[in-house]
Every structure is written in structure tokens, then in C-alpha cells.
T-cell receptor, first 114, second 111 residues
Framework: EAGVAQSPRYKIIEKRQSVAFWCNPI?????LYWYQQILGQGPKLLIQ????????DSQLPKDRFSAERLKGVDSTLKIQPAKLEDSAVYLC????????????FGPGTRLLVL | TQLLEQSPQFLSIQEGENLTVYCNSS?????LQWYRQEPGEGPVLLVT?????EVKKLKRLTFQFGDARKDSSLHITAAQPGDTGLYLC???????????FGTGTLLAVQP
């Protein structure tokens, strides 16, 4: 069974530019999560989708971050405009449902904002 | 505010040594998980503990959930270089699937 796929794996941009990350969850998984992991810290949940609806986006900086999962499968996370403090690994995870199911993580996208 | 504090932050030991990593909080969690994350990869689930006082073993790794479900520990016996990685605890509160991750412990096992 294929795992969670993410692209790109690495991205370097200058501040004030925009960037987008893509995630393809495990087939059949209804719930998708985006996390931000700053170097030396644990992941922090940015947004959780159940199918194509948002369940929790309380920690998403909505002035610059946006995410969508239009068809309930793939998802994109966008940052516009990027700030230096957005440099981090962005992890996507999926689970079969929104109950207490195991979350499976992708390899992450490493973003460096100069 | 970091709800889950891990200690130590960094640990460098020789192959064959034993070690313990702690995960502490002032909050009660319905369950607690431990993950290992290797460089360039996402976290991988090692174990889930649910009951206060619960002890689970995974080969050389022993996990314990505190009686009050506020803290947990991970003990590794006879560490090997393959154990190197970032160890993360993560707690769930209530019936949701929202994970609150700890601050992480970076372990390096030297051959």
C-alpha cells in the first residue's frame, strides 16, 4: 500500500514570495492533516480536513496560509506572502477517519525562506 | 504554550547503554503516543498507551503511561545505532483525533 505522498520535497524562496505544497493521502483515507514542524520542535497541527470539509483550522495563520481539499482526496497548502519564520518542514498526514485512528505521515516538504 | 514537555532535549550515548526519555504535562490525556522520526522522513508511530499505569513493550523499548495519564516514559535497553532519531510523544484529549506533540528528544547512538 502506497504511503502519503508529498511534493516538492524541498523549496527555497525569498520572503514575500508565495509557495504551494501538495499532498496525496493514503487511498481511502477520509481525514487529512497539515502540520508545521519548526526545527527542534514537535509538529503543530495547522488544519484538519474530513473529506473536503474543514474540521479544525484554529492554528492556521489565515492572513497568509490557505489550504483546500476540493475533491476530498489531494490537498494543497499555500503560503502567500511567506515570512522568514515560515521556514519549517510541512508534514501531511492521513487517517481512515476522524476518530482515534492512526495517523500516517508523509516525508514532508522542507521550506527555507530567505 | 507547550502542553507536553520532553526531557532530555538531546541525548548522545554509546551503543549498548540504556536510556529513558520523559514526557510530562499538567494536563490529562485520553491517550498518549510515541513516534520516532528519522532525518528527512515523517514521524512513525511506535506505540499508543491508553490506560493509566499501562506498560507496553516493543522489543528493547518499554513505554509507560503515568497513573494520572499526565506523563509517560520511554526506556530503551541496550541502545543500537538504528535507534538514532527524534523521539516525539503526542497526546490526545477527549475523543478527537487531534494530536498535541511534545517538544521532542533527539537521540544519537554512537557505534
Amino acid at each position: 500500500e502506497a504511503g502519503v505522498a508529498q511534493s516538492p520535497r524541498y523549496k527555497i524562496i525569498e520572503k514575500r514570495q508565495s509557495v504551494a505544497f501538495w499532498c496525496n493521502p493514503i487511498s481511502g483515507h477520509a481525514t487529512l492533516y497539515w502540520y508545521q514542524q519548526i526545527l527542534g520542535q514537535g509538529p503543530k497541527l495547522l488544519i484538519q480536513f474530513q473529506n473536503n470539509g474543514v474540521v479544525d483550522d484554529s492554528q492556521l495563520p489565515k492572513d497568509r496560509f490557505s489550504a483546500e481539499r476540493l475533491k476530498g482526496v489531494d490537498s494543497t497548502l499555500k503560503i502567500q506572502p511567506a515570512k522568514l519564520e515560515d521556514s519549517a518542514v510541512y508534514l501531511c498526514a492521513s487517517s481512515s477517519s476522524s476518530g482515534q485512528e492512526t495517523q500516517y505521515f508523509g516525508p514532508g516538504t522542507r521550506l527555507l525562506v530567505l | 504554550t507547550q502542553l507536553l514537555e520532553q526531557s532530555p532535549q538531546f541525548l548522545s550515548i554509546q551503543e549498548g547503554e540504556n536510556l529513558t526519555v520523559y514526557c510530562n504535562s499538567s494536563s490529562v490525556f485520553s491517550s498518549l503516543q510515541w513516534y520516532r522520526q528519522e532525518p528527512g522522513e515523517g514521524p512513525v508511530l511506535l506505540v499508543t498507551v491508553v490506560t493509566g499505569g499501562e506498560v507496553k513493550k516493543l522489543k528493547r523499548l518499554t513505554f509507560q503511561f503515568g497513573d494520572a495519564r499526565k506523563d509517560s516514559s520511554l526506556h530503551i535497553t541496550a541502545a543500537q545505532p538504528g535507534d538514532t532519531g527524534l523521539y516525539l510523544c503526542a497526546g490526545r484529549r477527549g475523543a478527537t483525533n487531534k494530536l498535541i506533540f511534545g517538544t521532542g528528544t533527539l537521540l544519537a547512538v554512537q557505534p
